[in-house]
Structure formats: C-alpha cells, structure tokens
C-alpha cells in the first residue's frame, strides 16, 4: 500500500469552498465533532451507569479521550517515519494525526443505548426471540446482520449512508478517515464466522469503493475480505488503551475498587529500573494528596508510556502493516512486560468491573427496555397497516425511514430509529408506550 492512496481526500459529496483555511481531514474533524449523533454519545452509556453524582466516561467523554490518545500514537508514528525514511514521505503522512483522530470519534457512533448490551439485545432478539421466526424471510448475507448486531458495522453506515432528506454520501467524509475507521475490514456472512465486521450488506459498495479509493488490496474477493487501512491500528491502540486503563479508573471514582489496588496497577507498568517514574511518584505524591488526583496521575503516566510503546510497535513491524499481512492488534504485539500488565489489568476487570451489579443492572435495563422496543417496532414493521402499528411507526423520524419494501429494509429503518436513541431517550419512550409515569 502507498501513502499517496491511503491518505485519499477523496469523498461522495462535495459541498465545501476552495478557499477554505481548513484541508479535507480536519473538515472530517468538524463534521463529526458538530454532528447530533456524535452529541447523542454524552447520554449514551460507556461501562457505568448515567447519570449520577460520580462523574464517569460516557460515549462521548471516552471517544474524545481515544481521539487524543490516537492523535498522540499517530504523531508520534509521524516523527518516526520521517527520521527514518527523508523527507520524500513528508508530504504524503502529514495529516495522519488528524485523519487517526477524527476516525477516533468516530468509532462508538454505531453504539446503541445502553453499551455492548445493547447490540447483545438486538442480536438476541433475532436469533433465540421473538425475531427468530422472520430468518425463513431474509437471505443469509441480510440475515447475519441482524444476529451478530455490530455497532462497528452501524457506525459505518451511520457516517456512508443517505438517510431520507439528508446529504449524498451521508456524513460525507474522506475515503481515508472512513477506511482509518474499519477494524474488521469483511461483512457479517464471512466465511469464518468472525462476530465482529465493518459493513451490513446493504453498505457492501459503498465499503468497496472506500476500500479501493484507498488502494487497499482484496485479500479475498468471495468474501469481501480486505487488509486493513495502516491507520486502523492506530485508532485501534488509542481505543484499547483508554477503555482498560479509563475503566480502572472510573471504577476507583465509583468506589468498587480500592486506590491501593489501582495504584498497584498502575505502578505494576513500570520496571524497577524506570527509576525515573518511582521518584516522580514519590515527589508527585507528596505534594498531591487527594486519591483522585494522584490515580489521575498514574493514569497519564501509564497511557503515555503504552502510546510510546504501541507508535514503537507500530514502526517495528511498518513493512507487514503496509503489505496487508499483519496479524492481531498493536497492543497484542506489545513487549512482554507491558503486555503482562495490560492483561493483568483485564483480568482484574473483566471478574471485578464488569460483572459489578451497577453494571450488570445497566445491561439489564438494556435488555428490557430495548427489547421491548425491538419486538414492537420490528412487529409494525413487518404488519404497517394494523391501526396501533400505524400509530408507533408515525413516531419514527422521516429521516429513518424508506421507500424499499423489503423486510430487511423495513427492519433496518427500526434499527437506525433505535440504534440513534440516547439511553435516556430510550427509557423515556418504553415508558411513554407503556404509561408509566
């Protein structure tokens, strides 16, 4: 792959001037961080409950924070390149830094309410509930899309797709931001039957022009299989990065685990002979003596040292990444030392976070409210002309909805409707249908 065709301005809708100060990747930038559904993330859960007294991430806290960490892995990445390869690659990987941000907060947009319960209610929904006798009705590659839900997919769509009276292209962004977006770069029928994809089949060409704007090889034509944007690790990283080590920490603000186990965490990143770090703690801690800041502390430290280590990674095996042939993730390749941490730090959440009652409580709620919706908003679509399905569907916004009349596009105008609430939108309108007060 080259950098002159990966880092494509290119976009399905032109609409700004010319003389405009900003360049193509940082109008991706403003798009985004201006759009309703990018402002929707501040009401949309990350792993805790919304909202409370104890200020934690939601959507839109954490995907700013993963633009910050990427852009710092991208610069960092920049600096590396340039000193070892001249200056003949400068002109082409000056605004990586921009395009890995603005993919950055871009990457949760697909999330329904509610977190990855979210996705699980709806996937559930079709496959072991109500939706389950609708797959006789829909083809195979439609109906993959709806049993394996992927909010990756959804963001895709969000960002490419023309909703009714809006914009060609929908958000109109650059070929390479939307390819700097995709982690899992093949649809949901895949012939190995990876959960996660990029693209619902109704995107399938948009995601293959994307693809192909970018000069990025097809791996496996059959299956739509591609190698992913060089770009895609990064945002990839800065994502990994700030979910584990911002999770630690929303969860010593909560009170579920104790500072002295966050700071053995933390600390447990640094080598005995990183001196330099123990008495910067030392000196830092003497001065700072509220828990909360000097958590916030170790916090900074640590996401600074794994940017360092992910842009070095990223460097070590540059020639794989550009050919399409690298395997896994950035921070799967990290050295052994750091990797043990990082695993560390997922055990300790995956059995002490993430299965804490307030959390399991929020995905609860998320199965009930957003299954509810599901089922009746799915039943009305696929049975309009009853008096109260006619009623529910007149709710739905004009921009969701569609003139095709296949049940998969009539289940995917549910989709789009639902996918976009907020979770308190969500709980206020299952209450609305139900006459609670």
Known sequence: MEWKTLLSPVREFRDHKVSDIRNAFQRDYDRIIFSNVFRRLQNKTQVFPLPGSKMVHNRLTHSLEVASVGRSIARLVTKNLIESSGSDIIRNIYDIDTIVSAACLAHDLGNPPFGHSGEETISSYFKEGPGKDLEVKIPEYQWTDLIYFEGNANAFRQLTHQFTGRRQGGMSLTYATLATLIKYPYPSYNKNRKKKYNFFYSEKETFRKVMEGCGIPCLDDENMYYARHPLSFMMEAADDICYLILDMEDAHKRGIVLTEKIDYFFTSFFKEEEKWFFERKEEVFKIVTDDNERMAFLRATVINKLVDCVSKVFIQYYDEIMEGSF???????????????????????????????????????????????????????????????????????????????????????????????????????????????
């Open 327 to 437: 395997k896994g993730s950035l921070v799967s390749h990290l050295p052994d030392f750091e990797n043990n941490s990082l695993e560390e730090c997922r055990k300790f959440s995956l059995k002490n976070i993430y299965k804490h009652p307030s959390v399991v409580k929020v995905e609860l709620t998320g199965f009930n409210v957003i299954g509810e919706l599901i089922d009746e908003f799915v039943q009305a679509a696929i049975h309009p002309d009853k008096v109260y399905n006619k009623k529910l569907l007149s709710i739905i916004p004009e921009q969701f909805k569609t003139d095709k009349t296949d049940i998969y596009s009539r289940i995917q105008v549910v989709l789009d409707y639902i996918s976009n609430m907020t979770d308190l939108y969500a709980v206020e309108l299952y209450k609305d249908l139900r006459g609670i007060q």
